[in-house]
């Protein structure tokens, strides 16, 4: 059996291309906003951030609106109740809350509506204890939409609050 040196440089050459095409798994555990770490290498304990998590009224930060209508509806309430003991057991963090509306109106009936509707989320957090000062009410009104259409589904989509925190927080990196 003779031993070739071109078959040798071959099988080498094609097992180097084959380890460089290897795919890298991702962790799934970072696609759905979850951290996985072991303190002493045999446990692992996952911690979930509530801000992505789909089942921690947290990740809900849009309150909706009637028609017309700067009143809290009675199904959002236990959404900013969420976030305001969120709020009081972080007191350094400051969040905004965007009012928004419809493309229906002028765009100074808008403005106005939407500063209402973002003021009306701000006072429900303010009477279950968070200061004043670490809540910032604004309007957009019809600017920012998250539904373009004139469809009753569209207008009430952008019919609604946003509460914004900062981007370490949604990130899970403020404490």
Request: proline share 4%; glycine share 6%.
């Amino acid at each position: 059996m003779s031993f070739s040196w071109k078959v040798l440089a071959a099988a080498a050459a094609t097992a180097a291309l084959l380890s460089g095409c290897s795919s890298v798994s991702l962790d799934e555990s970072a696609k759905d906003g979850t951290l996985a770490g072991s303190a002493s290498g045999q446990q692992t304990q996952t911690v979930t951030n509530p801000f992505v998590d789909p089942a921690n009224a947290l990740s809900q930060r849009s309150v909706y609106f009637a028609f017309d209508s700067y009143e809290v509806e009675p199904e959002y309430l236990a959404n900013v109740e969420a976030h305001a003991k969120w709020l009081l057991a972080h007191p350094t963090v400051k969040i905004v809350i965007q009012g928004n509306t419809d493309e229906r109106g002028g765009r100074e009936y808008n403005l106005a509506l939407g500063q209402k509707r973002s003021e009306a989320v701000k006072q429900r957090m303010q009477l279950l204890g968070v200061p004043s000062e670490n809540i910032e009410a604004v309007s957009f009104g019809k600017e920012k939409p998250v539904a373009f259409g004139h469809s009753d589904e569209a207008w009430a989509q952008n019919r609604r609050a946003d509460i914004v925190y900062p981007v370490e927080v949604i990130n899970g990196l403020a404490k």
